[in-house]
């Protein structure tokens, strides 16, 4: 919906709110109008309700909305006599329009000194509920969010099995577009396979300020998948997939290396950015695909030992004859220490060197080793728009961006000629910033290579610390990875946990609190 929709949609609603409400102002000694004037009806129905003032905020914030407004219902119609269950049932699943009904066809009795505890158990169990699904949800869309690593595309950086905080305020909370949805839940219900929310209406883009002023080169990023489609559930097989909303398409997490008006290459695997190669963080750890020659005659002793000790447990192969490793992952400092391995005869990083027909942007010139310079887009930037570089922006100007009106851009080839919206075109300005990300683990990683550009409103937020880290392969106490519980994600030098200090800190809020109380009930003896 674009923002003239939402307007009208939001006085239809005021409207309606107005037809069935006024008589319970009058009744509540309030004025006729006063039921008219949007935000402002909202606050006074607080004061006739009997309920804070700053309850109209969270009216206005999507998804927290959703809780409040069956909870805002069920308020109006118990401070006006209307407190049996059945009352309780029409007002939810009438979505408020039974309050319709009381002001045209009842006697209408103001209760303004009602009770607002609860009168049982439930009553007070329900209330507590909702209170905390609020600030959780909340929390959770505006400020922090959980999140598991469940790929090796970052490995060494971010292990299978880390659990995560992302901060959704470094670069600012993302309003939730999809506005009718499930709360703290993504794109489906849990344990089923069935969609946790409603396509429409939609909000349009909107970001609050953040603490940083942007994405940076090599900071490590979690988004929503552009071009994820679902294709093994909510639809019968056969069918072409689901085009999720923006805010519901599938998490991932990469690190950016290709900020808006950068110029990006990719040449034997290293990344070059402007002609010069990209400077990543001591943390981060690039890892390629090797090829390690063994002397069959003298071969190392104890390979073993050693690939444990250099964190090596996984994507190791050997040819027939026994004379080639082969690993799928590994780091540059582990390639030099197999060079220093009596027994090894080679060690060579594998570059590929065929064309691969799905590399972006799928012109049958490049491959996951070698690609570009490609342009990233930069909003306000604009860019000669020929048939050699529509493939590049055909996305970008047909899917992410709409046209003056919010409408869809009409993109067609005739001959030479580019047509947009029916206008014959050779240049065009991006209306939002774009990034590049890839995977650390490089030739393991499904990224950016494969389906190009990461548009700023996709993005979700900011992996800043490890709270726990779960190794599946661990046995025992020892599936906990230690050593990175508590510890952050970016930062200056290798990472170090904070959990020992965590766990002081701790000990010593729990006794100097047994200490308190106790001095407490002695003082009160």
Known sequence: MTLYQWFVFFLIIQVVHFLGTWKLYEAAGRKKWEAAIPVYNAIVLMKIISRPTWWTLLLFIPIINLIMFPVIWVETLRTFGKRSQIDTILGIITCGLYILYINYSQKLDYNKERSLHPKNKTADTVSSLLFAIIVATFVHTYFVQPY?????????????GDFLFVSKMNYGARVPMTTIALPMVHDSIPKTKRKSYLSFPQLPYLRLPGIEDKIKRS????????????????????????????????????????????????????????????????????????????????????????????????????????????????????????????????????????????????????????????????????????????????????????DENGNKNDLKVTGNEIRLNGKVVNSYTFKQNYYWMMGDNRHNSEDSRYWGYVPEDHIVGKPVFI????DVNGKGINKVRWDRVFTTVSGEGQPQSYFKIFLILLAAFLVGDYFWKKRKEKNNI
């Open 148 to 160: 598991t690593i469940p790929t090796s595309s970052l490995e060494k950086s971010l292990l299978i």
């Open 219 to 402: 900071d490590i990023v979690v988004f929503n998948w552009p071009v994820d489609t679902v294709h093994y559930f909510f639809e019968p097989k056969g069918k072409p997939g689901v085009i999720k909303p923006i805010d519901k398409k599938s998490n991932y997490v990469k690190r950016c290396v290709g900020i808006p008006g950068d110029s990006l290459a990719i040449k034997g695997g290293i990344i070059y950015i402007n002609g010069k190669v990209l400077q990543l963080p001591e943390r981060a750890k690039p890892q390629y695909s090797y090829s390690v020659g063994i002397d069959t005659k003298n071969p190392p002793m104890d390979l073993e030992n050693l690939l444990r000790e250099m964190d090596v447990t996984d994507g190791v192969g050997i040819n027939e004859t026994k004379d080639t490793l082969y690993f799928r992952a590994l780091t540059a400092a582990g390639a030099e220490r197999l060079k220093k391995t009596a027994g090894i005869t080679t060690v060579k990083r594998q570059i590929a060197k065929n064309i691969e027909p799905t590399i972006f942007p799928y012109i049958n010139k490049w491959n996951q080793d070698n690609l570009g310079p490609i342009y990233i887009p930069e909003a306000g930037k604009t860019v000669a728009l020929t048939l050699e570089s529509l493939p590049f922006y055909k996305r970008i100007i047909t899917e992410y961006e709409k």
């Open 467 to 470: 709270w726990m880290s779960w």
